[in-house]
């Protein structure tokens, strides 16, 4: 979800949810992959324009599964 979030006196435009959890928990994390790191959805999304390739799969806090994380160059 996006949009303006606060109070009459301090409005700012923000994007929250669920893919800006993960994203905010995957961006710090090592990059010791050999590229950048993404999550499936993401991957999706990139796979005409970047190649990829699993890295396996890891815990992320706040989410229940282990979700499988990719390595993409480009």
């Keep these: 979800m996006y949009g303006n979030i606060g ?3 301090r409005l700012d435009f923000t994007v ?3 893919a800006v959890n993960m994203a905010s928990r995957l961006e710090p994390s090592p990059n010791n992959w050999g590229g950048r790191c993404c999550c499936p959805r993401i991957r999706r999304l990139r796979q ?3 190649r990829s390739r699993t ?3 890891y ?3 706040g989410f229940n599964d ?3 994380l990719f390595a993409y160059h480009g």
Excluded: C, Q
Aim: charged content about 35%; aromatic content about 6%; proline content about 17%.
């Design 7 to 9: 109070s009459r006196t």
């Design 16 to 18: 929250i949810g669920p």
């Design 48 to 50: 005409k324009r970047f």
């Design 55 to 57: 890295v396996g799969e």
């Design 59 to 61: 815990p992320v806090r």
């Design 66 to 68: 282990p979700i499988e």
